[in-house]
C-alpha cells in the first residue's frame, strides 16, 4: 500500500510506468525512497509487444561495445532479478534460459556471421560457429538451405507482459504510489543565484506533484514533456516494430527449442518460442513516426521471411498482431542518470534493448537516486553527451555527490 498522505511529497517521482519505469521505481523503493509514478495506463508501454529477447551477444553491431558491455551486465543479473520479481509478486515473469541460435540462409549472410564470431572471438565471447547440419541438428524445423549459424548458450528470453505486470504489483506491495493520470506540464522552479531545478509535474487533472528528483522514462515521448527546457534532452525518435504471435498446438511440439536469429533479404528477424506454446516473430523497423497501424505488408514480410527459415511455420495459427515503438536516442544507446537540469534524472532512449536492460537500469538508477553518485558503469550513457555546451552548467561525475539531490532528499 502506498506511504503516502495527499499532498506530500515524495523522494522520487517518476515520469512513465513502463518496464523501464516500474523497474526503477521498485528498486528505488526498496533503497528505502518514496516513490510515485505518473503514468495513464502503468505497465503499458513498448513492452507489450516486444519478444523479450535477452541476446546482448547476437544484438552485438560494431561500435557498440559499451552498450555490449551494459547489456551483458543486465543479462549477468537477470536471473536473480526475474527470480527476486517472482517472489515478490507472486507471479512469473516467463523468463527462461534457452539460448539463441543465429543462422545464415545463403553465402553473403554466412560470411557476414564468419565475421561476427570473429569480432565475438576478439572480445572474449562465448560463442561457437556451427555447420548448417548442425545447426539443424539442434532445430530440426530448419529449412534445408541453412548455411551456418553462431550457438549463444547465454542469450535467453523474458515475457515482457509478464514482466511488466509483476512489476506493477511488486511496486504496489512495495509501497509505490500509481498516479494513472498523464503528466501535463514539467514543474520548474528557481533556485539562489538564479538556478533552476526540475520539482515537480502537473497532472491532467490539475493535481502538481512533487518530489525531491524526477525520472524521466517516458519512452520515445521523454522529450515532450511540456515544460521540458530546451536542450536539456534530445529528440527521443520512435522506431515502429510490428510483431506477430503464433500458437504452437501441442501435435507439433517442440516445434523450436531456443531463440532463432536471422538476417533475411537484409532484414533483422528473430523467432522467440515460449514455455506456454506461444511463438512469437519479429520485428520490423520502420521509421514512421508514432503511427503503430499493423500492415498487411509488415505481417506478409515477416511470415515469408520466417518461412525461409523455417517452412512448417504457415501451418501454424496466428493469434495475434501489433505493433509498437522503440524509443531511440541520436546514437541509439540509452541515457541514463542525471540531465543538465538539476533534480532531472533520465532513464530512456534504450531502442531495441529495453527488456534487456530492464534490471540493470534500474539498479543503477537506483543507486544515483540513493546515494547522488554516478555508478561507473552509466557514465558511458549520461544524458549530457547530447547537452549544448551552454546547458551543461551544472556537472556530475562518476563517483561524485550531486549535493543539490542529497539536499532535496533531506528537505522534511
Same mark, same amino acid.
Given at each position: 500500500?502506498?506511504?503516502?498522505?495527499?499532498?506530500?511529497?515524495?523522494?522520487?517521482?517518476?515520469?512513465?510506468?513502463?518496464?523501464?519505469?516500474?523497474?526503477?521505481?521498485?528498486?528505488?523503493?526498496? %533503497?528505502?525512497?518514496?516513490? #510515485?509514478?505518473?503514468? +495513464?495506463?502503468?505497465?503499458?508501454?513498448?513492452?507489450?509487444?516486444?519478444?523479450?529477447?535477452?541476446?546482448?551477444?547476437?544484438?552485438?553491431?560494431?561500435?557498440?561495445?559499451?552498450?555490449?558491455?551494459?547489456?551483458?551486465?543486465?543479462?549477468?543479473?537477470?536471473?536473480?532479478?526475474?527470480?527476486?520479481?517472482?517472489?515478490?509478486?507472486?507471479?512469473?515473469?516467463?523468463?527462461?534460459?534457452?539460448?539463441?541460435?543465429?543462422?545464415?540462409?545463403?553465402?553473403?549472410?554466412?560470411?557476414?556471421?564468419?565475421?561476427?564470431?570473429?569480432?565475438?572471438?576478439?572480445?572474449?565471447?562465448?560463442?561457437?560457429?556451427?555447420?548448417?547440419?548442425?545447426?539443424?541438428?539442434?532445430?530440426?524445423?530448419?529449412?534445408?538451405?541453412?548455411?551456418?549459424? &553462431?550457438?549463444?548458450?547465454?542469450?535467453?528470453?523474458?515475457?515482457? %507482459?509478464?514482466?511488466?505486470?509483476?512489476?506493477?504489483?511488486?511496486?504496489?506491495?512495495?509501497?509505490?504510489?500509481?498516479?494513472?493520470?498523464?503528466?501535463?506540464?514539467?514543474?520548474? $522552479?528557481?533556485?539562489?543565484?538564479?538556478?533552476?531545478?526540475?520539482?515537480?509535474?502537473?497532472?491532467?487533472?490539475?493535481?502538481?506533484?512533487?518530489?525531491?528528483?524526477?525520472?524521466?522514462?517516458?519512452?520515445? #515521448?521523454?522529450?515532450?514533456?511540456?515544460?521540458?527546457?530546451?536542450?536539456?534532452?534530445?529528440?527521443?525518435? *520512435?522506431?515502429?516494430?510490428?510483431?506477430?504471435?503464433?500458437?504452437? *498446438?501441442?501435435?507439433?511440439?517442440?516445434?523450436?527449442?531456443?531463440?532463432?536469429?536471422?538476417?533475411?533479404?537484409?532484414?533483422?528477424?528473430?523467432?522467440?518460442?515460449?514455455?506456454?506454446?506461444?511463438?512469437?516473430?519479429?520485428?520490423?523497423?520502420?521509421?514512421?513516426?508514432?503511427?503503430?497501424?499493423?500492415?498487411?505488408?509488415?505481417?506478409?514480410? &515477416?511470415?515469408?521471411?520466417?518461412?525461409?527459415?523455417?517452412?512448417?511455420?504457415?501451418?501454424?495459427?496466428?493469434?495475434?498482431?501489433?505493433?509498437?515503438?522503440?524509443?531511440?536516442?541520436?546514437?541509439?544507446?540509452?541515457?541514463?542518470?542525471?540531465?543538465?537540469?538539476?533534480?532531472?534524472?533520465?532513464?530512456?532512449?534504450?531502442?531495441?534493448?529495453?527488456?534487456?536492460?530492464?534490471?540493470?537500469?534500474?539498479?543503477?538508477?537506483?543507486?544515483?537516486?540513493? $546515494?547522488?553518485?554516478? +555508478?561507473?558503469?552509466?557514465?558511458?550513457?549520461? *544524458?549530457?553527451?547530447?547537452?549544448?555546451?551552454?546547458?551543461?552548467?551544472?556537472?556530475?561525475?562518476?563517483?561524485?555527490?550531486?549535493?543539490?539531490?542529497?539536499?532535496? #532528499?533531506?528537505?522534511?
Amino acid at each position: 500500500m502506498s506511504r503516502f498522505k495527499d499532498g506530500a511529497s515524495a523522494d522520487v517521482l517518476v515520469i512513465g510506468g513502463g518496464v523501464i519505469g516500474l523497474a526503477t521505481a521498485w528498486r528505488a523503493a526498496q %533503497r528505502g525512497l518514496s516513490v #510515485r509514478v505518473v503514468d +495513464p495506463h502503468p505497465g503499458g508501454g513498448a513492452a507489450q509487444v516486444a519478444a523479450g529477447m535477452l541476446a546482448p551477444v547476437t544484438e552485438l553491431q560494431y561500435g557498440e561495445e559499451p552498450l555490449l558491455r551494459l547489456g551483458m551486465a543486465s543479462n549477468a543479473r537477470y536471473a536473480s532479478f526475474a527470480a527476486e520479481l517472482e517472489e515478490a509478486a507472486g507471479r512469473s515473469t516467463g523468463y527462461r534460459a534457452t539460448g539463441t541460435l543465429a543462422v545464415a540462409l545463403d553465402s553473403d549472410d554466412r560470411a557476414e556471421l564468419g565475421d561476427l564470431h570473429a569480432f565475438h572471438q576478439r572480445l572474449g565471447l562465448d560463442s561457437s560457429w556451427l555447420t548448417g547440419r548442425e545447426c539443424r541438428r539442434l532445430e530440426p524445423m530448419l529449412a534445408p538451405g541453412v548455411r551456418g549459424g &553462431l550457438h549463444v548458450a547465454d542469450d535467453h528470453q523474458v515475457d515482457g %507482459r509478464r514482466l511488466t505486470a509483476a512489476l506493477l504489483v511488486a511496486c504496489e506491495r512495495a509501497g509505490v504510489a500509481l498516479h494513472r493520470e498523464e503528466a501535463a506540464e514539467l514543474r520548474v $522552479t528557481g533556485e539562489a543565484g538564479g538556478a533552476v531545478r526540475a520539482t515537480g509535474v502537473v497532472l491532467t487533472g490539475g493535481d502538481l506533484l512533487t518530489a525531491g528528483q524526477l525520472v524521466l522514462a517516458a519512452g520515445c #515521448r521523454s522529450h515532450l514533456l511540456p515544460g521540458l527546457p530546451a536542450g536539456v534532452l534530445p529528440a527521443i525518435r *520512435p522506431v515502429k516494430g510490428q510483431i506477430l504471435r503464433l500458437r504452437i *498446438p501441442p501435435a507439433y511440439a517442440p516445434f523450436l527449442a531456443r531463440n532463432l536469429r536471422a538476417v533475411v533479404r537484409g532484414q533483422h528477424l528473430y523467432l522467440v518460442p515460449r514455455a506456454d506454446g506461444e511463438l512469437v516473430v519479429g520485428a520490423t523497423s520502420e521509421e514512421q513516426g508514432y503511427d503503430t497501424t499493423v500492415t498487411a505488408g509488415g505481417v506478409y514480410e &515477416l511470415l515469408r521471411d520466417a518461412h525461409e527459415l523455417l517452412p512448417g511455420i504457415t501451418e501454424l495459427p496466428l493469434v495475434e498482431t501489433g505493433a509498437g515503438l522503440r524509443p531511440g536516442s541520436p546514437d541509439n544507446a540509452p541515457l541514463l542518470g542525471p540531465t543538465a537540469l538539476p533534480g532531472l534524472v533520465a532513464a530512456t532512449g534504450h531502442y531495441r534493448n529495453g527488456v534487456l536492460l530492464t534490471p540493470v537500469t534500474a539498479d543503477l538508477l537506483a543507486e544515483y537516486l540513493a $546515494t547522488g553518485r554516478v +555508478p561507473e558503469l552509466a557514465a558511458p550513457f549520461s *544524458p549530457e553527451r547530447f547537452a549544448p555546451a551552454g546547458a551543461r552548467d551544472h556537472t556530475h561525475t562518476t563517483g561524485t555527490t550531486n549535493a543539490a539531490a542529497t539536499a532535496a #532528499r533531506s528537505q522534511p
